[in-house]
């Protein structure tokens, strides 16, 4: 397979499609056949219980959709997003990368999903540590989002690309012989 469509990148388009399909699954999941939006919370662990809330906003809250103009201006600015970074992952080689990429695509697509149907975002899983929580309610989306910036964070704080270095390339504060 050669051009575009190389076979990593065909895994990360599969990654893509899986994550957003596990995040709408276990969606459905939670307001279907668990009842979790009029059951309101279920306590699973003593620290992860399912919570069910209607996210409105995107990370942490910040630009709530208080009306029609701002859903669908949210619809469009994560719509833009993800294509940014399906470009992106065309454009990688290195499965790693691809990887990361398509954990935040897949998410991003879920979570855009939602937006679109409903008008906001279904969030139900509440890590906590006795009244201590870390994170916001959050779901499979926002994970795989979260777990993908965190590669691509990582690799490009971590990752040396071999090409660079057997070029003699000391960008990195490094001389090759070093």
Same mark, same amino acid.
């Given at each position: 397979m050669s051009g575009l469509f190389t076979r990593n990148r065909v895994i990360g388009l599969v990654i893509a499609?899986?994550?957003? @399909?596990? #995040?709408?699954?276990?969606?459905?999941?939670?307001?279907?056949?668990l009842a979790l939006r009029q059951v309101g919370n279920i306590? *699973?662990?003593?620290?992860?219980?399912?919570?069910?809330?209607?996210?409105?906003?995107?990370?942490l809250g910040m630009l709530q959709a208080t009306n029609m103009e701002t859903r669908w201006l949210l619809v469009l600015m994560t719509a833009v997003i993800a294509v940014v970074v399906l470009v992106?992952?065309?454009?990688?080689?290195? @499965?790693? #990368?691809?990887f990361g990429l398509a954990l935040i695509l897949g998410g991003a697509v879920g979570n855009i999903r939602d937006r679109w149907e *409903?008008?906001?975002?279904?969030?139900?899983?509440?890590?906590?540590?006795?009244?201590f929580r870390p994170f916001l309610i959050f779901n499979i989306a926002d994970a795989a989002i979260t777990i993908g910036v965190v590669i691509i964070?990582?690799?490009?704080?971590?990752?040396?690309?071999?090409?660079?270095?057997?070029?003699?390339?000391?960008?990195?504060?490094?001389?090759k012989d070093a």
């Open positions: 499609v899986f994550v957003a @399909l596990i #995040d709408q699954v276990s969606k459905w999941y939670v307001i279907g056949p306590d *699973l662990l003593p620290f992860f219980d399912l919570t069910y809330t209607e996210n409105r906003g995107i990370s992106w992952m065309l454009r990688e080689r290195k @499965l790693g #990368d691809i *409903l008008g906001y975002v279904i969030d139900f899983a509440d890590f906590h540590i006795g009244a964070l990582a690799r490009s704080l971590f990752v040396r690309d071999n090409a660079a270095t057997e070029t003699g390339d000391t960008s990195h504060g490094e001389p």
